[in-house]
């Protein structure tokens, strides 16, 4: 298994409240990416980096915001949560972006 | 709109037997297809990839095939066993960052 932590793995939370992430990984890939899964829906990528301090929005990057400052980690943060940020949330990480993805074991958030 | 449609939503067989899951695609360009197994409450692992010169890809008991004419590929699944009840996600990419398109999945369950 590729070396990826995410903690913490389950969280519940009142709205409004800020939330952090954060993955782990040893496997010193460059490219990083959050997802977040929820019923009925893939998993849509929310940022992602490709490198240290070097990242980007994807699909449904509104309210969250994100940090690399090390090679091994990448936290994402819900800077004031909302229901509607209640979800599954996935790290991958990647060699290249042609490369294939390892995903964490997940984050369970709960916005009350 | 970049897409990626999975049939069926579900799936029950019994132990033992063959079944095959089916994705459609309109992601454009193309640049390879995944298939992907996610165990409950666990992160997705990668069950085959597959470029747009290849048409079929074997990984033990599983078998993709691909037809990039008609933006179709399958996942067949031989012999089934207790352990593969699953959801499998086929996920098809442009090649890019951020256009790594996940299909919803189909949530198998092999039943004895």
């Known amino acids: 298994d590729a070396g990826i932590t995410q903690s913490p793995r389950h969280k519940v939370t009142e709205t409004g409240t800020p939330v952090t992430l954060r993955c782990h990984q040893t496997?010193?890939?460059?490219?990083m990416y959050w997802y977040r899964q929820d019923p009925g829906h893939g998993l849509r990528l929310i940022h992602y980096?490709?490198?240290?301090?070097?990242?980007d929005k994807g699909e449904v990057s509104d309210g969250y915001s994100v940090s690399r400052s090390k090679t091994e980690d990448f936290l994402l943060t819900l800077e004031s949560a909302t229901s509607s940020q209640t979800s599954v949330y996935f790290c991958?990480?990647?060699?290249?972006?042609?490369?294939?993805?390892?995903f964490g074991e997940g984050s369970r958030l709960t916005v009350l | 709109k970049n897409q990626v449609e999975q049939s069926p939503q579900s799936l029950i067989i019994l132990e033992g037997k063959n079944c095959t899951l089916q994705?459609?695609?309109?992601?454009?360009?193309?640049?390879?297809l995944r298939w992907y197994k996610q165990d409950t409450g666990r992160g997705p692992v990668s069950l085959t990839i597959?470029?747009?010169?290849?048409n079929t890809k074997s990984n033990g008991r599983y078998t993709a095939t691909l037809d990039a004419d008609t933006k179709q590929s399958s996942l067949h699944i031989t012999a089934s066993q207790l352990s593969d009840s699953a959801s499998y996600i086929c996920?098809?990419?442009?090649?890019?960052?951020?256009?790594?398109?996940f299909g919803p999945g189909t949530s198998l369950s092999v039943i004895p």
């Open positions: 996920v098809v990419s442009d090649g890019s960052y951020d256009k790594v398109i």
């Open positions: 980096s490709y490198g240290v301090k070097d990242t």
């Open positions: 496997e010193n890939h460059r490219y």
């Open positions: 597959m470029t747009f010169s290849e």
């Open positions: 991958a990480i990647s060699e290249s972006k042609f490369r294939e993805l390892f």
């Open positions: 994705c459609n695609y309109t992601v454009s360009p193309f640049s390879n």
